[in-house]
Structures are given as C-alpha cells and as structure tokens.
Nanobody
Framework: QVQLVESGGGLVQAGGSLRLSCAAS????????MGWYRQAPGKQRDLVAL???????NYADSVKGRFTISRDNAKNTVSLQMNSLKPEDTGVYYC???????????????WGQGTQVTVSS
C-alpha cells in the first residue's frame, strides 16, 4: 500500500523560512506529479506548487518567487522550501501524488495526512 508521509511545518514569524518534506512509501513503480496544497481555516484546499516527473513546475501566483518545490524521483520524495513567509501562508499543507502506479494498483491521487504551518505577524 502506498502512503505519503510528511514532515516539517510548525510556527514561524513573518519573513522566516520553513521546509516541508514528503516521502511516498510502498512498492512504487511510478508517480506522475507530486505537489503541495494548502487549506486555510474555512477555505478550500488550493494548489501551492506542483512538479511533474519530468521536472515541469507549477506555482500558485501568491508563492512565486518565495517557495521552491523540488523532487527526487529515485526516492519518491518531494520538498517545499518556503521563504519570506507571510501570515496569509498559514494553513494545513498537504502533500499529494498524482497517478501513482504500485504493486497495489493504480491510484489517481493520494494525499498525506497534512502538516500545520503557522506564520505569526
């Protein structure tokens, strides 16, 4: 069974930095895209950053120039370096993997358990 396990997150002052990491565990053959989504209190879950298996990137406009997503295809890991954090970056950050093929079958989308990021002003 494929699972996504996140680490990182926490409390930081505005202007600070945090790094989130996510590892996909299980017998995995391939993952198309991996990314990070954010859900603020009372709001929907929105894309923050995405990286495909061939390195194509997609960022939300609000984080461009501040966040950097990276991926290690061999280890099935994805990281999000967040700099110049703002209070509006506060929320639960979820790791996601799209089109995952493993010994347990095909999964259109998998989610991690989420990790809290709080940016104080």
């Amino acid at each position: 069974q494929v699972q996504l396990v996140e680490s990182g997150g926490g409390l930081v002052q505005a202007g600070g930095s945090l790094r989130l990491s996510c590892a996909a565990s299980g017998n995995i053959f391939s993952i198309n895209a991996m990314g990070w989504y954010r859900q603020a209190p009372g709001k929907q879950r929105d894309l923050v950053a995405l990286i495909t298996s061939d390195g194509r990137l997609n960022y939300a406009d609000s984080v461009k120039g501040r966040f950097t997503i990276s991926r290690d295809n061999a280890k099935n890991t994805v990281s999000l370096q967040m700099n110049s954090l703002k209070p509006e970056d506060t929320g639960v950050y979820y790791c996601a993997a799209d089109r995952v093929r493993g010994s347990g079958g095909f999964f259109l989308k998998l989610w991690g358990q989420g990790t809290q990021v709080t940016v104080s002003s």
